[in-house]
Protein backbone atom coordinates (compact mmCIF):
# COMPACT_ATOMS: atom_id res chain seq x y z
CA UNK A 1 0.00 0.00 0.00
CA UNK A 2 1.24 3.09 -1.18
CA UNK A 3 -0.04 6.46 0.85
CA UNK A 4 0.27 10.04 0.41
CA UNK A 5 -0.53 12.75 3.49
CA UNK A 6 -0.45 16.42 1.58
CA UNK A 7 -1.23 19.51 4.52
CA UNK A 8 -2.11 22.98 4.44
CA UNK A 9 -0.73 25.06 7.39
CA UNK A 10 -0.04 28.27 8.27
CA UNK A 11 1.24 28.63 11.51
CA UNK A 12 1.85 24.80 12.03
CA UNK A 13 -0.88 23.48 13.61
CA UNK A 14 -2.07 21.25 10.57
CA UNK A 15 1.65 20.52 10.14
CA UNK A 16 2.17 18.63 13.53
CA UNK A 17 -1.15 16.52 13.12
CA UNK A 18 -0.01 15.15 9.09
CA UNK A 19 3.13 14.48 11.07
CA UNK A 20 1.34 12.23 13.42
CA UNK A 21 -0.78 10.69 10.36
CA UNK A 22 2.64 10.15 8.48
CA UNK A 23 3.92 8.34 11.23
CA UNK A 24 1.19 5.23 11.32
CA UNK A 25 0.35 5.19 7.33
CA UNK A 26 2.15 2.57 5.29
CA UNK A 27 4.63 3.71 2.54
CA UNK A 28 3.70 7.38 3.23
CA UNK A 29 5.04 10.43 1.17
CA UNK A 30 4.52 13.46 3.24
CA UNK A 31 4.31 16.93 1.91
CA UNK A 32 3.01 20.52 2.41
CA UNK A 33 0.53 21.75 -0.30
CA UNK A 34 2.97 24.18 -1.94
CA UNK A 35 4.80 21.44 -3.51
CA UNK A 36 2.36 18.17 -3.16
CA UNK A 37 2.20 15.73 -6.19
CA UNK A 38 -0.87 14.63 -7.58
CA UNK A 39 -3.00 12.65 -5.98
CA UNK A 40 -2.88 9.43 -8.59
CA UNK A 41 -1.16 6.62 -7.29
CA UNK A 42 -1.80 6.16 -4.06
CA UNK A 43 -4.45 3.55 -2.00
CA UNK A 44 -4.76 6.63 0.38
CA UNK A 45 -4.84 9.79 0.45
CA UNK A 46 -4.60 11.84 3.59
CA UNK A 47 -5.24 15.75 3.28
CA UNK A 48 -5.25 18.00 5.69
CA UNK A 49 -6.42 21.95 6.54
CA UNK A 50 -6.54 24.51 8.52
CA UNK A 51 -10.18 26.28 9.25
CA UNK A 52 -10.69 29.45 7.41
CA UNK A 53 -14.20 31.53 8.07
CA UNK A 54 -16.13 28.30 8.35
CA UNK A 55 -14.35 26.04 5.62
CA UNK A 56 -11.20 24.64 4.68
CA UNK A 57 -8.26 27.00 3.80
CA UNK A 58 -8.55 27.91 0.31
CA UNK A 59 -5.13 26.24 -0.59
CA UNK A 60 -6.58 22.90 0.75
CA UNK A 61 -9.99 23.52 -1.01
CA UNK A 62 -8.22 23.54 -4.22
CA UNK A 63 -5.78 20.38 -4.01
CA UNK A 64 -8.90 18.73 -2.69
CA UNK A 65 -11.33 20.22 -5.69
CA UNK A 66 -8.35 18.23 -8.04
CA UNK A 67 -8.43 14.73 -6.13
CA UNK A 68 -10.94 12.14 -8.42
CA UNK A 69 -10.96 8.37 -8.26
CA UNK A 70 -9.05 8.03 -4.82
CA UNK A 71 -9.21 6.59 -1.45
CA UNK A 72 -9.61 9.78 0.70
CA UNK A 73 -9.35 10.61 4.22
CA UNK A 74 -9.19 14.26 5.97
CA UNK A 75 -7.89 16.23 8.75
CA UNK A 76 -7.66 19.07 10.18
CA UNK A 77 -7.44 22.01 13.11
CA UNK A 78 -9.44 25.05 14.05
CA UNK A 79 -9.83 27.25 17.12
CA UNK A 80 -12.99 26.36 17.89
CA UNK A 81 -14.48 23.10 20.09
CA UNK A 82 -13.94 20.11 18.13
CA UNK A 83 -17.24 18.91 18.68
CA UNK A 84 -18.99 21.94 18.62
CA UNK A 85 -21.94 22.22 15.48
CA UNK A 86 -19.13 24.87 13.56
CA UNK A 87 -16.74 21.92 13.76
CA UNK A 88 -19.22 19.52 12.16
CA UNK A 89 -20.32 21.85 9.78
CA UNK A 90 -16.64 22.53 8.24
CA UNK A 91 -16.05 18.67 8.48
CA UNK A 92 -19.04 18.53 6.42
CA UNK A 93 -17.90 20.97 3.97
CA UNK A 94 -14.37 19.56 3.63
CA UNK A 95 -16.16 15.95 2.63
CA UNK A 96 -18.54 17.86 0.10
CA UNK A 97 -15.11 19.10 -1.84
CA UNK A 98 -13.99 15.06 -2.35
CA UNK A 99 -17.41 13.52 -1.90
CA UNK A 100 -19.77 14.17 -5.13
CA UNK A 101 -20.56 11.21 -6.75
CA UNK A 102 -19.40 11.81 -10.13
CA UNK A 103 -15.65 12.26 -8.31
CA UNK A 104 -15.35 8.58 -7.91
CA UNK A 105 -13.87 9.01 -4.72
CA UNK A 106 -14.37 6.76 -1.79
CA UNK A 107 -14.51 9.35 1.39
CA UNK A 108 -13.22 7.31 4.69
CA UNK A 109 -13.77 10.19 7.26
CA UNK A 110 -12.54 13.25 8.87
CA UNK A 111 -10.09 13.80 12.26
CA UNK A 112 -10.25 17.53 13.55
CA UNK A 113 -8.83 19.14 17.01
CA UNK A 114 -8.36 22.43 18.11
CA UNK A 115 -5.18 24.61 16.71
CA UNK A 116 -3.79 27.88 18.57
CA UNK A 117 -5.09 30.53 16.64
CA UNK A 118 -2.63 33.18 16.08
CA UNK A 119 -2.58 35.41 18.71
CA UNK A 120 -2.34 38.59 15.95
CA UNK A 121 -4.97 37.53 13.89
CA UNK A 122 -7.20 37.59 17.60
CA UNK A 123 -5.97 40.91 17.84
CA UNK A 124 -6.81 41.28 14.47
CA UNK A 125 -10.32 40.43 15.06
CA UNK A 126 -10.77 43.12 17.90
CA UNK A 127 -9.97 45.89 16.33
CA UNK A 128 -11.87 45.07 13.23
CA UNK A 129 -15.13 42.99 14.37
CA UNK A 130 -15.50 43.54 17.98
CA UNK A 131 -19.59 43.36 17.50
CA UNK A 132 -18.94 40.15 15.37
CA UNK A 133 -16.45 38.55 18.07
CA UNK A 134 -17.37 40.24 21.14
CA UNK A 135 -14.76 38.74 23.87
CA UNK A 136 -17.09 37.14 25.77
CA UNK A 137 -15.64 34.73 28.72
CA UNK A 138 -16.90 31.76 26.76
CA UNK A 139 -14.58 33.05 23.86
CA UNK A 140 -11.65 33.71 25.82
CA UNK A 141 -12.02 30.25 27.45
CA UNK A 142 -12.13 28.61 23.95
CA UNK A 143 -9.02 30.60 22.43
CA UNK A 144 -7.06 29.92 25.89
CA UNK A 145 -7.53 25.86 25.68
CA UNK A 146 -7.07 26.44 21.84
CA UNK A 147 -3.79 27.59 22.54
CA UNK A 148 -2.83 24.37 24.29
CA UNK A 149 -3.39 22.40 21.05
CA UNK A 150 -2.55 20.57 19.16
CA UNK A 151 -1.08 18.61 22.03
CA UNK A 152 0.39 14.86 22.93
CA UNK A 153 -3.51 13.72 22.99
CA UNK A 154 -4.45 15.71 19.53
CA UNK A 155 -1.66 13.84 17.98
CA UNK A 156 -2.55 10.54 19.40
CA UNK A 157 -5.99 10.17 18.84
CA UNK A 158 -5.10 11.53 14.98
CA UNK A 159 -2.57 8.18 15.07
CA UNK A 160 -5.59 5.92 16.16
CA UNK A 161 -7.90 7.63 13.78
CA UNK A 162 -5.63 6.63 11.15
CA UNK A 163 -4.57 2.96 11.76
CA UNK A 164 -8.08 2.32 12.00
CA UNK A 165 -8.53 4.01 8.41
CA UNK A 166 -5.77 1.54 7.13
CA UNK A 167 -7.42 -1.30 9.11
CA UNK A 168 -10.88 -0.60 7.23
CA UNK A 169 -8.98 -1.02 4.02
CA UNK A 170 -7.51 -4.17 4.37
C1 LIG B 1 -7.81 34.11 8.98
C2 LIG B 1 -8.20 33.03 9.94
C3 LIG B 1 -9.52 32.58 9.96
C4 LIG B 1 -9.91 31.57 10.85
N1 LIG B 1 -11.21 31.13 10.84
C5 LIG B 1 -11.59 30.18 11.74
C6 LIG B 1 -12.94 29.74 11.77
O1 LIG B 1 -13.80 30.14 11.00
N2 LIG B 1 -13.27 28.81 12.70
C7 LIG B 1 -12.37 28.28 13.59
O2 LIG B 1 -12.75 27.44 14.40
N3 LIG B 1 -11.06 28.66 13.55
C8 LIG B 1 -10.66 29.58 12.65
N4 LIG B 1 -9.35 29.98 12.61
C9 LIG B 1 -8.36 29.32 13.49
C10 LIG B 1 -7.47 28.32 12.73
O3 LIG B 1 -8.25 27.42 11.96
C11 LIG B 1 -6.61 27.50 13.71
O4 LIG B 1 -5.82 28.36 14.50
C12 LIG B 1 -5.73 26.48 12.99
O5 LIG B 1 -5.25 25.54 13.92
C13 LIG B 1 -4.54 27.09 12.25
O6 LIG B 1 -3.81 26.02 11.66
P1 LIG B 1 -2.32 26.16 11.12
O7 LIG B 1 -1.41 26.40 12.31
O8 LIG B 1 -2.05 24.81 10.52
O9 LIG B 1 -2.25 27.27 10.14
C14 LIG B 1 -8.95 30.99 11.73
C15 LIG B 1 -7.61 31.46 11.71
C16 LIG B 1 -7.24 32.45 10.82
C17 LIG B 1 -5.80 32.91 10.80
Redesign the pocket.
Known amino acids: MKTLVVYS ?7 AIAEAVAEVLPDCALHPVESAPSPEGYDLVAVGY ?5 KPDARATAYLEGVRGATVALFG ?4 WPDSD ?1 AKECMACGESLVSAPERGNTVLGTYLCQ ?4 PK ?1 VAMMQRMASDVHPMTPERKARLEE ?1 AKHPDEEDRRKARETFRAFVERLG
Do not use: Q
Open positions: SRTGNTRWVDKGTLGAHGKVDVA
